[in-house]
């Protein structure tokens, strides 16, 4: 079967990956580099916190174990099983995430403040508890999509926009092509394509200059969230459930997060590197949208980096003929209901 992707990223590099496995001629088509635009600006968290509800934590956690497979298998680049600290409610509401987590199974222990230091000395205002996830990890969205185009041995065509999709063909700033399925994985952009509501959330990540190992895990701290690349670069961003620096002059971001950063590693000589501004794909209410929607197979979703393996390989079985399960409470159908667009999903 003819096959077009569109989208580059992480969602649309690894649905590539596993249609050309089960035997597909598969074309990927984005406006951008290969590697995508969210791929590339988000933070990189593999895992299967905060899942709304068990059918969503199911995806996650069979999602983490597929990452791991084709991590493995072809040897990707920028991934570290660390696990992560998690501290960024308290209360009751640290409570209630922890009991949710113990109560779907996940691997998750609760740490107190010695326990917390000592697998962290760097890191300053130890939390009195914390949650360790033992199965996390963190990845460069933009290289895993890279990596798995690269072994997925499918045609690739960047700087090519998409104006327009529908059954069996899509119209180009370079005519039109025709397939006997399209797959649009364009994360944030979906909506414009495809009329799918979504409701994107802006962010902003700051990458600082190479330092010598000063972390261990991911650190998901109050106001924000922050892990050690490979490379040396500690890569941050505001808080994970939305938001953080808004009211922040752009001028003055930078600066702005750098402090935020020094208050929880001041004992590094922290410098600047870049600042990174992107869009988080999100459907309207919230959850992954996957499967048929007006003539085409859709997959967009937040989280992303942790699904990207798994959902690619579940899209391919579908489009092969054999219905996903784990997808059935996922269809884009159910947000037929939700007329509302964000300005940033326009």
Known sequence: MKIIVVGAGIVGASC???LMRDGHDVTVIDAGPAGGRASADAFGWINASFSETPEYYKLRRAAIDGFAEVSKAEGLPSVRWQGALWFEDAGADFDDQLTQMRDFGYEVSLLDQAEFRALEP??????????LGHVEGAAQGDEIARALLTASGATVITGCQVIAAEQGRIETDRGTMQADKIVVATGAGTAALTGLPMDNQRGVMLHTKPLKPVLEHIIMAPGCHFRQAPDGRIVMGGMFSGGGFEDVATQDLGAHMLKVLQKWLPVTALEVDQLRFGLRPVPADGLPAIG???????????????????????????????????????RPERLKSFTRLTPDSR
């Open 16 to 18: 590539a990956y596993h």
């Open 292 to 330: 048929e929607w007006r003539g085409v197979y859709i997959a967009t979703m937040h989280s992303g980096i942790t699904l990207g393996p798994l959902v690619g390989q579940l899209v391919a079985k579908e489009i092969s003929g054999h219905q996903q399960e784990m997808l059935a409470t996922f």
């Open 122 to 131: 760097h890191v300053a205002n130890p939390p009195l508890r914390a949650v």
